[in-house]
C-alpha cells in the first residue's frame, strides 16, 4: 500500500445538514425576515425534501443564536445573531 495513490474520503453531507446550511444562509442574508411565518410543507416544497429535515434543524437554529419559534406546523424565525 506504500505505493498506493489513495485520497481520503470526504463524508457527504447529510440532507438535514444540507436544509440547516440554507436555512441558516437565508436568515443571515435575508431571504428570510425576521417576521417571516412559513410551514414546515412550505419549507420542504421550496427545498425540494421531506418536512423531516426542516423539523430538525430547529434546535440547531436556536442553538446558533437563530432562533425557531416552532408551534405544530408553523415556524416563526427571528435573527438574533448575524455573526
Not at 425540494?48 to 434546535?59: A, F, I, L, Q
Amino acid at each position: 500500500m506504500e505505493g498506493a495513490q489513495l485520497k481520503p474520503i470526504e463524508k457527504e453531507k447529510t440532507t438535514q445538514d444540507k436544509v440547516y446550511k440554507e436555512i441558516k444562509k437565508a436568515i443571515l442574508y435575508g431571504g428570510i425576515t425576521s417576521d417571516e411565518i412559513f410551514t414546515e410543507v412550505q419549507l420542504a416544497e421550496k427545498l425540494n425534501t421531506s418536512r423531516t429535515p426542516g423539523k430538525s434543524c430547529s434546535s440547531r437554529l436556536d442553538k446558533g443564536r437563530l432562533t425557531c419559534f416552532c408551534s405544530k406546523k408553523r415556524n416563526d424565525c427571528e435573527k438574533t445573531n448575524r455573526g
